[in-house]
């Protein structure tokens, strides 16, 4: 890039004015838009996922038998349970005296023997619609297509000289799975429609409507216990419905058994609604669960009387609304005609630029298609489960997972895809004063490892090793403080500030003095990470690891800043006296690497992939690459030494916090090998995210931030534009980006070096004096409330 700052051209227009700049993009680059298959799906990693938020699909698009597996964000096995016991507290003195007599074996044992819990329920799969078409499956010219800029699968093929096509989405206003089935011959459309479950069931025909009806077990152990088969009891359990309406414009439409049979019909429209007996976390779904049959009914008597065009016009509208708001162009390639397992399959470094561009935009798709006011956040696998017994229970694991999958939500201007996090945090809070009050004899409230549906936040079992992380909840505040930063929302802020301030509370009761006069987490652990000490000794349990103290500092400076935003000074005052005593992150003497335990040991797998003590790199900004110069680069030869981006298929978080540590590194090759690895070995035909043969959809999500923080940064204090552009996309844009402060950004560039940046102060209290980064150099730059500025390169 050239060393030459950009010189800045101001605007003094509103910022509704400058449509062409950004929000609803003009033109849409179709490479980043569509991905598509050329054959059905053989199985649930070919499938083509959609979702509302609540009730999520996914379509395999056969042509004699097709399957559209289903889900309902609230459909977890088990029922609110009591897992409190008071007074465990007791234990706390003995394990913290052993820990500082340096006698950690024996500490750990008394962890485990006294503070796990049992294992989290499991989200359950709903029901799977049947489909059954005539013929012999001999078809050509077969696409099944995703349009990422409608929300819309398309399914085209040629069967017999007729050209059958179906559409499918998900509709968020009308809470259904919509599919509509046309051909251009006249009465050629005929099929056969179901409904079945893995769940115990029973299925019927009303009318012009299929009924499934089931019960979720009483209880499921996880996958990594064994394969136990679900408890079911009597009048135990959440129930669950879902009905299926057929609607055909000219020919047939016939009850058989349970099924409906349609035949020569002009087209006909399926639309699919559900509902469980969830009834919150604390209420037990069988006995005071919600009436799922009414709210089922509800949604289809305002199905019943519309017609397809209205069904996808509300659909288009809602989901446009915010996935048109950033569109991206990394550049072309022929392969961005190929079918995406084809693309996916022959993926190279060197080529196909377009697929990065495609997988953000998918990003952004799934987390929209996952996370939508009012529904569940995200869980491991997003919305989508095919499994009695998924992968570690598709639950909220949050000493990561879960709060990956919502890096993107301010960032990539999905502001609103970000509030199930906040309303499952609140619930949190509940049990979680419960925890902290029993376990740790502490005010406040607290979260560990794993969530589940029923908002239990007592450590989980195995070892403590994994399910000792006493700052789940406090990294789960810090979204909170997140969304004020992007959005500036004083009164989100006030109507969240007592769960921060709830939170802190908790650790200035829990934190203990260290050898040096320090406050402390006591027991700890590093993110699953075990030690070697000195003298060969191995072991997991800790005091003040640095992963634990950067999250609890981070959560104290943003308690404190609240409360001074909202003049809770007293408080402020409280924090603040125990901020000064918490202990700064420490630099080895013998490697200069930062040292992840309040002792200078080694790891006892370096190649593990954990490396939690990067947390104030890659989340907060407590290390940032010139603020804090000598802690950074103290950091880099951490990761340099343990190279987590190599560490199994860099999918999951493996891949997520590595790119993104590059990336904030500004060294773009970096960024780009983690990224090209991903791609190479962590993707599935479908294009999600693979890790340990499982759907781990931070995968999808983190590297979706991970691309866009290549494009943009505003973590440490400043806008910085192009920080750690791979030389793969030498020319391209982006619109619509979020950056902290309350900015709109876009960004343009050609050959490598910016040509213009569109910067609107949409959100902001007040003018604002901000400094811009660009090639090395910083313009500070005055952003008016209200107004934009335009930056334009001078290309002398």
């Not at 005539?134 to 995703?146: A, C, K």
């Not at 035949?263 to 399926?270: L, N, Q, V, Y």
């Not at 997140?482 to 769960?499: I, K």
């Not at 995968?699 to 440490?716: D, F, V, W």
Request: proline share 5%; with cysteine.
């Amino acid at each position: 890039m050239e060393n030459t700052f950009i010189k800045v051209i101001r605007y003094l227009l509103p910022v509704a004015l400058l449509s062409c700049a950004g929000g609803q993009p003009l033109a849409k680059n179709l490479s980043s838009t569509i991905l598509y298959m050329d054959q059905p799906a053989a199985s649930w990693y070919e499938a083509t996922p959609i979702g509302n938020g609540r009730l999520g699909g996914m379509v395999y698009g056969g042509v004699t038998k097709d399957t559209i597996r289903t889900n309902d964000d609230t459909f977890w096995s088990g029922e609110p349970r009591d897992l409190q016991r008071p007074g465990a507290y007791k234990c706390l003195p003995e394990i913290r005296k052993l820990l500082l007599g340096e006698k950690n074996l024996e500490a750990q044992e008394l962890i485990d023997k006294h503070m796990l819990g049992p294992w989290n329920q499991n989200y359950m799969p709903l029901a799977d619609i049947l489909l059954e078409w005539p013929g012999d499956g001999n078809v050509s010219g077969y696409r099944r297509e995703l349009d990422l800029n409608r929300g819309v699968v398309t399914i085209t093929y040629t069967q017999n000289g007729v050209n059958y096509k179906r559409e499918l989405f998900a509709s968020y206003p009308d809470q259904a799975l919509v599919m509509n089935i046309s051909a251009d011959k006249k009465n050629a459309v005929e099929f056969i429609a179901g409904l079945g479950s893995q769940i115990n069931n029973q299925t019927k025909v009303e009318g012009d409507q299929i009924v499934i009806n089931g019960q979720a077990p009483w209880h499921t152990d996880p996958n990594y216990t064994g394969v136990h088969p679900p408890v079911y009891k009597e009048g135990k359990g959440m129930r669950f419905e879902g009905r299926l309406l057929v609607k055909q414009e000219g020919g047939t439409i016939s009850a058989q058994d349970d099924k409906l049979h349609v035949k020569d019909a002009a087209s006909a429209t399926i639309t699919f609604v559900a509902a469980t007996s969830f009834n919150g976390f604390d209420k037990d779904p069988a006995v005071n669960g919600r009436d799922e049959k009414a709210i089922c009914k509800k949604y289809l008597s305002s199905l019943e009387t519309k017609k397809y065009p209205d069904l996808y016009k509300a659909h288009l509208a809602d989901y446009s609304s915010l996935f048109g708001r950033v569109s991206i162009d990394l550049g072309e390639s022929p392969e961005s005609n190929l079918p995406i397992n084809q693309r996916i399959k022959n993926y190279k470094p060197d080529m196909d630029p377009a697929l990065t561009a495609l997988y953000f935009q998918f990003g952004r798709y799934l987390l929209i298609s996952a996370s939508r006011p009012g529904s569940q956040p995200a869980n491991l696998q997003g919305i989508w489960n095919q499994d009695m017994q998924p992968a570690w229970s598709a639950n909220w694991t949050i000493n990561c997972n879960a709060e990956i999958n919502y890096w993107p939500a301010e960032i990539t201007n999905l502001s609103e895809c970000h509030f199930p996090m906040f309303d499952m945090i609140r619930e949190t809070a509940v049990d979680g004063a419960r925890t902290a009050k029993n376990l740790y004899n502490s005010r406040g409230w607290v979260a560990h490892h794993n969530l589940d549906i029923w908002r239990t936040t007592w450590m989980v079992g195995g070892t403590g090793l994994y399910s000792l992380f006493q700052v789940g909840g406090a990294w789960l505040c810090q979204h909170i403080w997140d969304h004020y930063l992007f959005t500036l929302d004083e009164d989100f802020l006030r109507d969240h500030y007592d769960l921060l301030k709830s939170a802190s509370i908790f650790y200035l009761d829990n934190l203990q003095t260290d050898r040096d006069g320090y406050l402390v987490t006591s027991p700890s652990e590093s993110f699953e990470n075990g030690y070697i000490k000195p003298n060969g000794e191995k072991g997991w349990a800790c005091i003040g690891s640095a992963q634990d103290m950067q999250i609890v500092r981070a959560l104290f400076e943003n308690t404190m800043k609240s409360a001074e935003i909202l003049n809770d000074g007293a408080f402020k005052e409280e924090v603040a006296k125990a901020y000064a005593k918490l202990p700064p992150m420490k630099i080895s003497p013998r490697t200069g690497q930062l040292q992840e335990w309040n002792d200078d040991w080694e790891p006892s797998n370096p190649a593990s992939g954990q490396v939690g003590h990067g947390w104030a790199f890659a989340v907060g900004n407590q290390i940032t690459l010139r603020g804090t110069p000598e802690l950074a680069q103290a950091f880099r030869k951490t990761i340099e030494y343990r190279r987590p981006g190599y560490s199994y298929n860099s999918g999951s978080w493996t891949g997520s916090f590595p790119a993104v540590y590059w990336a904030r590194f500004e060294e773009p090759d970096s960024v780009q090998r983690v990224i090209d690895r991903h791609f190479d070995l962590a993707l599935s035909p479908n294009l999600t995210c693979e890790f340990m043969k499982s759907w781990q959809i931070d995968g999808n999500l983190g590297i979706t931030t991970a691309i866009t923080e290549m494009l943009l940064q505003s973590h440490a204090g400043e806008i910085s534009l192009l920080p750690a552009l791979p030389a793969k996309y030498p020319t391209g844009s982006v619109t619509g980006l979020r950056a902290r402060g309350g900015y709109e950004v876009d960004i343009f560039w050609k050959d490598g070096v910016l040509t213009k940046a569109v910067i609107k102060a949409d959100r902001t209290k007040r003018d604002e004096i901000i400094p811009v980064r660009y090639a090395g150099l910083v313009k500070s730059v005055k952003l008016a409330k209200g107004k934009i500025i335009v930056l334009d390169s001078s290309l002398e």
